[in-house]
């Protein structure tokens, strides 16, 4: 099974940006859906923007206009560029297939965005 890993997490004040990335063990990209998922503290992980196989992109409505999904199927990496950062954006984002999560998750990277 593929095995993923997220990076680009930090801390950043509130209208600064970061862009996550996730490489993948195989080339699922290119062939599936894929999603970046973003857990808060004791909750279950919500839906942040996904981009199916004919490369739709989908966005939740929290981040719509503020973050952009990309892939690259010849590199196996999902990237997520988040700007105009809010501090309800805080949490560990992982990446995973869309529409269902199929693959192990793997550790996450850390946003926490505050003054």
């Known amino acids: 099974q593929a095995q993923l890993v997220e990076s680009g997490g930090g801390l950043v004040q509130p209208g600064k940006s970061l862009r996550l990335s996730c490489a993948a063990s195989?080339?699922?990209?290119?062939?599936?859906?894929v999603a970046w998922y973003r857990q808060i503290s004791g909750k279950q992980r919500d839906l942040v923007a996904s981009i199916d196989r004919l490369g739709l992109k989908r966005y939740g409505d929290s981040v719509k206009g503020r973050f952009a999904i990309s892939r690259d199927g010849t590199k196996n990496t999902l990237d997520l560029q988040m700007d105009s950062l809010k501090p309800e954006d805080t949490g560990v984002y992982y990446c995973n297939t869309w529409p269902t999560a199929e693959l192990d998750w793997g550790q996450g990277t850390q946003v926490t965005v505050s003054p």
């Open positions: 195989e080339s699922i990209f290119r062939s599936s859906g």
